[in-house]
């Protein structure tokens, strides 16, 4: 299997799905990798996933780096995108292309991806311009849910739907390679997906985008949160992980772990010295 690229990713508009799943650290990088998914997402959800914060607010760029270098020791064959977190993008155009130079040289990160549209764009143009390859993410962003008034449903409303199809439509034209659209109604992402030539990746927002992203933790039942309606749970990891930990604890107080096998022995004559 190929080295997944950028240009292998927007070439992929019009052919088959792309798939893109979050993973947080090298063992986490191997298992996506392994099922042969086409891009790794170091998402800021790292904060709420692994982390145990309520929201995305909390990432930093030293966050970021610290995870997308995990993520790279894998050296996966999928693109490691690696999200620009809040505030490292909103100051200025200088800020912004050194805090998502840090994520590639520090962070192996071969994209990154920010939240916003047209109020972005001279940041995303400035990115662009020092080869660093963007990928844009639309609608629900959740560094937005101060701002939201929560997790809702963006884009419901004819004008609210005209302003993403514009957002989105700026974003292609700047030149980011992808565009993840989240938490939007399926016929407005279905019209995104038609009108701009760059594939579209969702996350609640329909089956008609050119491919789909979850969350790792989500998809394998690792979360003990309440999911919402677009998550399919395709395992229960947590289950598992605790009833084998009781297992475990059992056999210890059992005294039946370690066994002989497991059990480094002491030589014959050491032994007997030692216990005169
Ligand atoms: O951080 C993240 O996991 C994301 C995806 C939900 C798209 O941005
Ligand atoms: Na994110």
Known sequence: RDKVTVPAIKARKHATKLTMVTAYDAPMARIVDEAEIDMILVGDSVTTTVLGRPDTLAATVDIMVHHSAAVAQALPRALIVTDMPWLSYHISIEETTRNAGRLVREGKAEAVKLEGGR???????ALLAA???????????PQ????????????KELEAAHELLKDARALAEAGV???????????????????IDIP?????????????????????????NHLPKFVRQYAQLA??????????????QAGTFPADSETYHTHKEVARTLKN
């Open 119 to 125: 109020k972005r764009l001279p940041m995303v143009e």
């Open 131 to 141: 080869e660093i390859p963007v990928m844009g993410h639309l609608g629900l962003t």
């Open 144 to 155: 937005s849910v101060h701002a939201m008034g929560g997790y809702k449903v963006q884009g």
């Open 177 to 195: 390679f992808a565009l993840v659209l989240e938490g939007i109604p399926d016929v407005l992402a279905q019209i995104i997906t038609q009108e």
């Open 200 to 224: 579209t990746i969702g996350i609640g927002a329909g089956p008609h985008c050119d491919g789909q992203v979850l969350v790792f933790h989500d998809i394998l039942g690792l979360t003990t």
């Open 239 to 252: 289950e598992i992980a605790t009833s084998a930990l009781k297992q475990y604890s059992a056999d210890v």
